[in-house]
């Protein structure tokens, strides 16, 4: 909007330039009208814009007709929630059980289809969790969960 107020105002004032620049009548007649319709066109500049954004109107109010409904969005929300509190519940598990910083390990999560179990767990270890036995921390998780473990270090 900034620009388009800019350019107008220019337009303007370059019209207003030219007005009084040029002599009457002939040519200078001419030169003039020439400037007013430079600054028709700056005028008319966004309405193309505006009716294409009319034109695509009905699609965009279609679409948020199709939003999901809000029980889905919650639920949505909740399952992504509660998959973070898992994660975070394992870091401390994990961080508890082998005397480590929780700020050394992450977990990765990785879900089966349905959502519900986790189906592999990656565990990123940082500052001094990355002189841990790796092998140590994957069996324990493998055995706690029931799923493959790896681990990395970063």
């Avoid at 565990?123 to 493959?148: K, M, N, T």
Wanted: include cysteine; aromatic fraction near 6%.
């Amino acid at each position: 909007m900034k620009i388009y107020l800019i350019s107008l105002l220019g337009a303007a004032v370059l019209a207003a330039a030219v007005g009084v620049l040029t002599p009457e009548g002939g040519a200078g007649r001419y030169v003039r009208l020439l400037a007013s319709l430079a600054v028709l066109c700056v005028i008319a500049a966004p309405l193309p814009r505006a009716f294409a954004g009319l034109r695509d109107l009905p699609d965009r109010l279609s679409e948020n007709a199709g939003e999901e409904p809000f029980e889905a969005r919650s639920q949505t929300a909740l399952d992504d929630a509660s998959r973070a509190y898992f994660a975070q519940a394992l870091r401390a598990n994990i961080a508890q059980k082998f005397s480590l910083k929780q700020e050394e390990i992450t977990c990765a999560v990785r879900w089966d289809e349905t959502g519900a179990h986790p189906s592999k767990i990656t565990l990123i270890l940082s500052g001094s969790a990355r002189f841990r036995d790796p092998h140590e921390l994957e069996q324990y998780v493998a055995d706690l969960l029931g799923c493959p473990c790896d681990t990395a270090i970063a």
